[in-house]
Nanobody, 124 residues
């Protein structure tokens, strides 16, 4: 079992950067694939990025490719989402997610474990 807790959200101006963190618990975290999603009011949860449990494979949604980077530090049981060139349309609650083994996935249903979310607001 793994538990997740996001932090690092906040208010930023368009064009700015933020780094979201996801602290995880569980001795086998290194064997979990991880993903980042977001959900804006009135919209479905949207896939952003995923990393396989080995760290060898990553994937990104077209909307964030080239702007967002997923990172993980297994020694610290942490996952990160580095976000640059932020736009007002990036405003949403951001969630990290995890699934045991595998490459990660692009659907929320691919993941069994979720954090509580952190709000990101990008002002124009």
């Amino acid at each position: 079992q793994v538990q997740l807790a996001e932090s690092g959200g906040g208010l930023v101006q368009a064009g700015g950067s933020l780094r979201l963190s996801c602290a995880t618990s569980g001795r086998t975290f290194s064997r979990y694939a991880t993903g980042w999603f977001r959900q804006a009011p009135g919209k479905e949860r949207e896939f952003l990025s995923a990393m396989s449990w080995s760290g060898e494979s990553t994937s990104y949604a077209d909307s964030v490719k080239g702007r967002f980077t997923i990172l993980r530090d297994n020694a610290k049981n942490m996952v990160f989402l580095q976000m640059t060139s932020l736009k007002p349309e990036d405003t949403a609650v951001y969630y990290c997610a995890a699934k045991f083994l595998g490459r990660g996935g692009t659907h929320a249903t691919d993941y069994a474990h979720w954090g509580q979310g952190t709000q990101v607001t990008v002002s124009s």
